[in-house]
């Protein structure tokens, strides 16, 4: 049996369409970094330090939900059939970036919507559901009958195969953004994340640690968080006054950690938006407090 026959038995495809949800299938192999279960892995040696770096009393923050002044909150992502038409895109940085054309609807959302600043981040995320591949873009805006973009990425859902030593991609680590978002379909649906969540955090050093591929900075004090490090909710942290929402994210902070991956506000969770988040339960995940966090050996540390 193939590696896509024995996903298609073991749960259906994902319906078409944008913000959909993924009926339980996993992103990547059960092996993946992402998927791995580090509740308990070693605490690093610099772990105090890299956590008051960050801040000790700055309050966890979920950069997602429904709406907020009638504009949607966190990121989008659309999933598209493999007969989906390939467009070309154009990169500011092709040294970095995998070749397209790529299969994106033209009018595939932009992250902030169409109209966002022209200095924001501006992704676009697309998986191929027939195909298993995940499609990511920085700073897109239409070109033609494509898109001209910061840079782009191809990950095979199917591979743990890294970014080359130094690449970005999407993202300023070099990881993908989807595979560790906050989803509706996870947290409400099926009642359980089961990956790593992506963070960021305003500092961070010139390094960074597998799975990640890049760093985003210039500075080289040891203090500071890499790319690609991780930390855990502390295991004896109380979730149980919590709603549902809050209790999914927070048990799996607790089992999967969240992986530092680009430049951002201190302890910023980033999830994709939903019409039917309830704002009010997810955002009571503010009242964890940096100072419940620590941060797991860091095996294969890269620096500048």
């Not at 959909?20 to 308990?40: A, E, L, T, Y």
């Not at 640690?209 to 203090?223: E, F, L, Q, Y």
Request: charged letters at 25%.
């Amino acid at each position: 049996m193939s590696g896509l026959e024995g996903l298609a038995a073991e749960k259906p495809l994902p319906d078409l369409g944008v913000d959909v949800g993924f009926k339980g299938r996993r992103f990547f192999p059960d092996d993946n970094p992402w998927n791995q279960d580090i509740s308990n892995a070693p605490v690093d040696p610099a772990s105090a330090a890299l956590v008051q770096s960050i801040g000790l009393d700055r309050h966890l923050h979920p950069d997602f939900g429904s709406f907020w002044e009638n504009r949607p909150m966190g990121f989008h992502y659309v999933v598209v059939g493999g007969n989906q038409p390939r467009v070309p895109v154009k990169f500011e940085y092709p040294d970095e970036s995998d070749p397209g054309p790529y299969p994106v609807p033209l009018d595939a959302p932009i992250e902030g919507g169409a109209d966002a600043p022209t200095d924001s981040d501006r992704h676009i995320l697309v998986v191929d559901r027939d195909n298993w591949k995940l499609y990511e873009m920085f700073h897109c805006f239409r070109d033609g009958n494509g898109f001209k973009v910061g840079s782009g990425a191809i990950f095979d859902l199917n591979s743990n195969k890294l970014r080359p030593a130094g690449w970005t991609s999407a993202d300023a680590a070099g990881l993908p953004i989807l595979p560790g978002l906050v989803r509706y379909d996870e947290v409400v649906e099926q009642k359980e994340i089961r990956h790593a969540l992506r963070f960021t955090c305003r500092k961070t050093r010139r390094g960074y640690v597998p799975p990640a591929t890049h760093w985003a900075s210039k500075s080289k004090d040891r203090n500071l968080p890499p790319m690609g490090m991780r930390v855990r909710l502390n295991k004896d942290f109380d979730i149980s006054r919590f709603p549902s929402e809050a209790q999914v994210i927070l048990r799996a902070l607790k089992k999967y950690g969240m992986i530092l991956a680009d430049n951002g506000s201190d302890w910023f969770i980033s999830g994709a938006h939903h019409p039917k988040w309830d704002n009010d339960a997810v955002s009571t995940i503010k009242r964890v407090k940096g100072n419940a966090f620590e941060v797991i050996r860091m095996d294969g540390l890269v620096e500048g």
